[in-house]
DNA sequence: TCAATAGGTAATTTCAAAAATATATGATGA
DNA sequence: TCATCATATATTTTTGAAATTACCTATTGA
């Protein structure tokens, strides 16, 4: 998920640094881009900027429309459910296949990812939130990890972008299911290796729909 | 799909003209885009075209490797059946969504989308074919009406995203079931009206698997 | 003969300013 | 008072050229 930070050319990492200040809330959503601020801002040029900002609305992070320049894309309700269910649709599918055709080092892979990730939820429940984008980060890399045997690079990539945009809302809700949500992924990983792809999705599931409800019930999402 | 050829900024055009143009195949798979020489061809700067490569990037019909420019993003018999069990994934799911909401308009739009469609097929029977461009409209329009009552405006982009990936391979292929599909698409029409989802989303699956072993038996796609 | 390097050329990347467009402000007349 | 139009300002869009980086070729030394 996360290059390093002086990876590429410039306009890469003004990309990188613009799309994770969407992702993280710190661009509001259908606030205004004007060029002028975001050059100071990010320290680059209006047309490395019109060029991150047209990748950004190919991506739908961000809207542009006519000539009135570019906002952060707006956020509602209704886009959530949309992209909870079609990450639910995607997820399952790419976990069945995966579970069918996962081999050692996907376990590995697997197992890595989960521990990586317990680490974190223990550390959060015993100490505050102390870094909530490494954390989302492992989550991240947990789900990448389970469906990573799936054999679809354009599922894998497809799923990626529409985790991406579901990870906006959670970093704007700023919801946490905490324990919950650790004993879910536990489960998962549990199956993963049982390769009970059925249950799986059972869970992953109640793992979305709850993190949905959750989301919701904090209000900060019209 | 199309809209008007000369709506929106220059930025605009040009970016429908060259996607449509790695679409066709015009622009050849895996061909370098030299800044110079598209300069030239579309009539528009080099910032300007960086902008649009950009954008066409992130729909990975484009692909841009650190500071080596930009090139039409390569093809492969892999991916094709990637994009074609993806297309297949989210068009079963959005059909039986579709099929369980779909209104007396939605219905109107299936009919109205299958008559210019077949009627296109008739023609191309009888003549040969007289505008591939257009036919394949038809068929993209048609696909687009049966989900169109899906419910889900993510599913639906995202769809068409994958669609689009697809159309690619099938220009290129230049291959043509003719009546096969004619017909498959009457029998969906069909099904659309009897709200038969999971009939529907076995024809759906003859439709797609038909049409990428043709195109792969085309031999034109390594 | 081959590898390595230096120099020159071609291409990409970045910038800052000109052109085009939209938005705000104020004046005029009903 | 209100709407309409003209002017001015702000913003976006597009351009062309400077800076940077990659690529090719030939020369040197082993």
């Given at each position: ?16 640094r613009i799309r994770n ?109 102390p870094d909530i984008e ?89």
């Amino acid at each position: 998920m996360a290059h390093n930070i002086d990876e590429g050319t410039t306009g890469e990492r003004a990309y990188r640094r613009i799309r994770n200040d969407i992702l993280q809330g710190r661009l509001a959503p259908a606030e205004k881009l004007k060029l002028e601020r975001l050059k100071e801002d990010y320290g680059v040029s209006v047309s490395t900027l019109r060029e991150v900002l047209s990748r950004l609305s190919s991506e739908k992070l961000v809207v542009a429309e006519g000539q009135r320049g570019f906002e952060v894309a707006p956020v509602s309700a209704e886009e959530l459910k949309d992209i909870a269910s079609l990450r639910l649709l995607l997820e399952v599918h790419a976990i069945a296949q995966s579970f069918q055709s996962g081999d050692m080092e996907w376990e590995a892979r697997v197992v890595a990812a989960h521990h990586k990730l317990a680490a974190m939820e223990e550390k959060k429940k015993a100490e505050g939130s102390p870094d909530i984008e490494t954390w989302k980060r492992y989550d991240w890399e947990f789900h990448q990890a389970l469906i990573s045997a799936c054999g679809s690079r354009e599922l894998m990539e497809t799923h990626g972008a529409v985790f991406d945009k579901y990870l906006r809302y959670q970093m704007l809700a700023l919801t946490d299911r905490g324990e919950i949500a650790a004993r879910e992924h536990r489960q998962l990983m549990e199956l993963a290796l049982k390769r009970d792809a059925a249950k799986a999705g059972d869970v992953l599931k109640a793992h979305i729909t709850g993190g949905l409800a959750h989301a919701l019930a904090a209000g900060r999402i019209v």
